[in-house]
């Protein structure tokens, strides 16, 4: 499965963004998704995964309350909604596709990644 992420940009503090994760090729609906993010000089970490029916969702706890993530398996794709966002949101998201389930933050589960998409919030 290929994956294209979309929807970063340069928001306010506060402000909203909603990311995009199109997935081409079958079985989307097998896959459960992932978001991870890697600022400057950081590891990657994880943010958000959803389940494969997408009944199940997991938030790192730095975003839980603000991101919401679900999915759209007739669409193939899945999204992550960023609201309130912060300063320290500021890094390049990827999502990520995973046959596995459970673990979902750990990142060397994840066969298949997109190219990532630039969030930048200002102060």
Same mark, same amino acid.
């Given at each position: 499965?290929?994956?294209?992420? !979309?929807?970063?940009?340069?928001?306010?503090?506060?402000?909203?963004?909603?990311?995009?994760?199109?997935?081409?090729?079958?079985?989307? %609906? %097998?896959?459960?998704?992932?978001?991870?993010?890697?600022?400057?000089?950081?590891?990657?970490?994880?943010?958000?995964?959803? !389940?494969?029916?997408?009944g199940?969702?997991?938030?790192?706890?730095?975003?839980?309350?603000?991101?919401?993530?679900?999915?759209?398996?007739?669409?193939?794709?899945?999204?992550?909604?960023m609201?309130?966002?912060?300063?320290?949101?500021?890094?390049? /998201?990827?999502?990520?596709?995973?046959?596995?389930?459970?673990?979902?933050?750990?990142?060397?589960? /994840?066969?298949?990644?997109?190219?990532?998409?630039?969030?930048?919030?200002?102060?």
């Amino acid at each position: 499965v290929q994956l294209q992420a !979309s929807g970063g940009g340069l928001e306010q503090a506060g402000g909203s963004l909603r990311l995009s994760c199109a997935a081409s090729g079958r079985s989307f %609906s %097998s896959y459960a998704m992932g978001w991870f993010r890697q600022a400057p000089g950081k590891e990657r970490e994880f943010v958000s995964a959803i !389940s494969r029916d997408g009944g199940s969702t997991y938030y790192a706890d730095s975003v839980k309350g603000r991101f919401t993530c679900s999915r759209d398996n007739a669409k193939n794709t899945a999204y992550l909604q960023m609201n309130s966002l912060k300063p320290e949101d500021t890094a390049v /998201y990827y999502c990520a596709a995973t046959l596995y389930s459970g673990r979902y933050s750990d990142y060397v589960l /994840y066969s298949y990644w997109g190219q990532g998409t630039q969030v930048t919030v200002s102060s």
